[in-house]
């Protein structure tokens, strides 16, 4: 049976924060069974979008504000016992990054096992857990454990879950059609919201719809990113900060006429993860503009060396396939990721994201390394 359609509002353009034109697109049989069976109501189509704020400097008010933020692994049991030993198996995908949890449901953790899996993602940058029974408002409150629950300004959401973002690549294509050669914006190496002022921490991703071929997610480690840098080299970056910018685009209030304008946050390029302690690199090549203080020929040069090492390095890299009902976990602070679109869109796919924004980014000259603080050769 052929999925059926429900309306679904398309922006024709940009204007007072009004959409402009609704369309329908057709909802994906087994999101539209989880949306239904989660009480989520589809009468007024799907997915929700928020009133767009039109100038830059709306955008950049919405949290432009320091707060504490309250990191769940710093308070877990370092021996995870609760979570792992709950599990019926945990396997670890590679050596540097990415573990999966199997025979746990993420919406029966306890309050201890959630601390666990915090310090879990802190330490693997990416868990992963299959065969999830999860709605979209339990995906939201297993999110508000790790911290302020971003809403995004711009990207649809599940309706009347604010918070719960739609990752459908269908949707996206109505406003920005993918293509081989330029399969868009997921589909480059990245790391969520580095232009907050609390960038992300945990992003979880539930896809209920995959495609049968294709459509994997790859993530690289920036503390190993960060190892593979000589001695010498981590000199020259440790406590260096640069410019980062959001992947929207809004309007200057007092210059209409200058053309799109980003948020811009400035953050050190080597971060200190609060739970473990560890260094971490955190540059990444979609949304880094520049290290603060060199001219630009020496920014450029540094910071495409740097995505470099990240990019390149298979060894500190996980490839994840997925399966229907998957929720991948992981800590944006420590990693860098990027969407296969080797489907082509020929098959649906479809998911649900919810991002819990972490403290602001700090550097501490004397931290260890991973490498280090695992008894590692570092060199």
Do not use: C
């Not at 520049?290 to 470099?308: Q, W």
């Not at 399966?323 to 098959?347: C, F, K, M, Q, V």
């Not at 796919?349 to 972490?358: D, K, P, W, Y």
């Amino acid at each position: 049976m052929a999925p059926s359609a429900i309306e679904v509002p398309i922006d024709a353009g940009i204007k007072d924060f009004v959409v402009q034109k609704k369309d329908t697109l057709p909802l994906p049989a087994a999101a539209r069974a989880r949306l239904e069976k989660a009480g989520i109501d589809l009468s007024n189509g799907y997915p929700e979008r928020p009133a767009k704020p039109l100038y830059l400097d709306d955008a950049t008010n919405i949290r432009n504000v320091d707060r504490e933020h309250v990191e769940a692994g710093a308070r877990a049991d370092k021996s995870k016992s609760a979570l792992l030993g709950a599990a019926k198996e945990v396997i670890h995908l590679t050596a540097h990054i990415g573990t999966e949890i199997v025979g746990l449901q993420l919406k029966d953790l306890t309050e201890q096992q959630k601390d666990e899996l915090g310090l879990l993602i802190s330490e693997r940058s990416v868990v992963f857990f299959r065969d999830q029974d999860l709605t979209p408002q339990q995906q939201k409150k297993l999110g508000e454990h790790y911290g302020e629950i971003e809403v995004h300004p711009q990207v649809p959401h599940v309706p009347g879950v604010p918070g719960v973002n739609i990752i459908w690549p269908a949707l996206q294509a109505t406003e920005r059609k993918a293509s081989f050669r330029q399969p868009g914006g997921a589909s480059r190496w990245h790391s969520d919201l580095v232009h907050e002022k609390h960038p992300a921490g945990i992003t979880h991703l539930h896809n209920d719809t995959i495609p049968s071929i294709g459509g994997d997610t790859l993530w690289a480690s920036g503390y190993a990113a960060y190892s593979k840098l000589s001695p010498e080299f981590r000199k020259i970056i440790d406590g260096r900060k640069a410019i980062y910018f959001s992947a929207h685009t809004y309007i200057d209030r007092n210059d209409p006429n200058a053309g799109p304008q980003r948020i811009e946050r400035i953050h050190p390029i080597v971060r200190v993860h609060p739970a473990t302690g560890w260094k971490s690199l955190y540059v990444n090549r979609a949304m880094t503009k520049s290290i603060v203080g060199l001219d630009k020929a020496e920014s450029d040069l540094i910071l495409n060396y740097l995505y470099d090492v990240y990019e390149s390095n298979v060894d500190i890299q996980v490839r994840f396939k997925w399966t229907p009902r998957t929720s991948a976990l992981w800590d944006n602070r420590i990693t860098i990721h990027n969407a296969s679109w080797d489907y082509e869109g020929t098959e649906p796919r479809h998911g649900t994201r919810v991002t819990s924004l972490a403290e602001k980014p700090y550097f501490v000259a004397d931290a260890p390394t991973r490498r280090e603080a695992l008894g590692l050769a570092d060199d």
